[in-house]
């Protein structure tokens, strides 16, 4: 019970599972393996002293989770801060950019094994869910997707363009599909446009049929490793398991799909932005195109999910910076004064 009221920030990260477990026996963790690996690197940081300590002197609640999820709380925060005001200084140059998605992708991804990883809260309540648990369990992970949600209903996708090591790890491997440049784009015949419709209702079919089975009993993002890419980056620890290697086979199908199509697991599969869509179509601090802005169209063409149109809502623009790079009048600002 304690855990509830310590933990509603920490849990968006691995350490939930050791957190929620403590609370709530009930509870599978999908990834006790990476809650694990993910220790033994906090250990290897630093924080392991601190660890001792209070294991010489328990607390009752998990205190390497609480450790370990402050600090990566701190990580996303940072991230969060840096890119925000790296947009509104228009520094968020291209090579500014594939720099901070590198970053993510060796520290959140390879490093600490995918942190942060958007599918736990989902998981979480999946599992309350389909083990008709009481309620109340669910506080915590709640709490972490409203502060994350609220976040898109600030400024929009920014968790999603820069903080989260699958959408860097996606963005990174489009740049060789998807350019700034309208020659080159038209030139190539292998990325493959889904229209933005078909891919919001992709998300919410899919995330609908995860919660309906989960109604029936049945936690499809546990049960099957093969939906939980995430956890594919832990490949390259020691011991990996079966799950593991599923996953990573995962990661793989999304790493080829990145090629063609823009953002295939944010856009078609991830519960998180089918929410965080929503919540960003609300944002007052995203894009807008200023009073210099000739309307000459080309943004709208270079943009990889058509959210660059003047009245568009803006609720699946991932920051990723094509109608900046390309906008001749430079008139795509941040608007922050929204
Ligand atoms: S949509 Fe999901 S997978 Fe994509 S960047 Fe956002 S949280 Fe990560
Ligand atoms: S509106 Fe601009 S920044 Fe947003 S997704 Fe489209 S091209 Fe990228």
Partial sequence: MENLFIFPIISIFPEIKISSSLSN????????????ISMEIIEQIGFGTINRSFQTNPLPFDTYGAISGVFMLFLWLITYIFCIILLDAELMSQKTAKIIYFVTLIIGGMLLVSIPNTLIPFSEILTAIAEKEDLWYLLPVLAILTI???????????????AC???TFQELLSMFNF??????????????ELSRQYTVWMRIYYTGFLFVFAIFGINFLNSLALLDPFSGFSVLRPSV???????????????IASFFIY???????????????????????????TDDCTDC????????????????????????NRCVEICPENAIKLNLEG
């Fill in 241 to 255: 398991t079966g799950f593991v290697l599923i996953s990573f086979l995962g990661l793989v199908v999304v790493g």
């Fill in 297 to 320: 169209g080309l943004c709208e063409q270079i943009c990889p999910t058509q959210e660059a149109s003047a009245d568009s809502n803006k609720g699946e623009c991932y920051y990723c």
């Fill in 165 to 167: 090591p699958l959408g």
């Fill in 25 to 36: 026996p009930n509870v599978k963790p999908i990834n006790d393996q990476l809650a694990g």
């Fill in 179 to 192: 350019k700034s440049n309208i020659k080159a784009q038209r030139a190539n015949k292998y990325h493959i």
């Fill in 263 to 289: 953002r295939p697991y944010c856009r078609i599969f991830c519960p998180f932005g089918a929410g965080s869509d929503i919540c960003s179509r609300y944002a007052k601090n995203n894009y807008i195109r």
């Fill in 148 to 162: 994350l949600f609220g976040s898109s209903l600030l400024v929009g996708r920014v968790f999603c363009g820069f």
